[in-house]
Nanobody, 114 residues
Framework: QVQVVESGGGSVQPGGSLRLSCTASGIPFSRYDIAWYRQAPGKQREFVAQITTGWVATYADSFLGRSTISRDNGYRAVALDMSSLQREDTAVYFC????????WGQGTQVTVSP
């Protein structure tokens, strides 16, 4: 059974930083591209960042320069380090394994407020 679990969300003040983590079990982790998405209230889910099996990282424009995605295949984990967080970054952040037809976690809430 595939299980994808996100962690690390929470409340932070504007300008702050957070590290989100995603672990996945039940799959050959190193063979999958891993991505982060987010969904704010009343909005569609949107792409945040991705790291491929070949360690190539891509980011949404709004996250360029203030985020880093990394993976540790030994620990079957992907991390997303975010900085300079603003109110508009408030959302539920989801980890995706293997693309749109792949596996999703339950999400972790990130709230940015004074």
């Amino acid at each position: 059974q595939v299980q994808v679990v996100e962690s690390g969300g929470g409340s932070v003040q504007p300008g702050g930083s957070l590290r989100l983590s995603c672990t996945a079990s039940g799959i050959p982790f190193s063979r999958y591209d891993i991505a982060w998405y987010r969904q704010a209230p009343g909005k569609q889910r949107e792409f945040v960042a991705q790291i491929t099996t070949g360690w190539v990282a891509t980011y949404a424009d709004s996250f360029l320069g203030r985020s880093t995605i990394s993976r540790d295949n030994g620990y079957r984990a992907v991390a997303l380090d975010m900085s300079s967080l603003q109110r508009e970054d408030t959302a539920v952040y989801f980890c995706n394994v293997g693309g749109a037809s792949g596996h999703w976690g339950q999400g972790t809430q990130v709230t940015v407020s004074p």
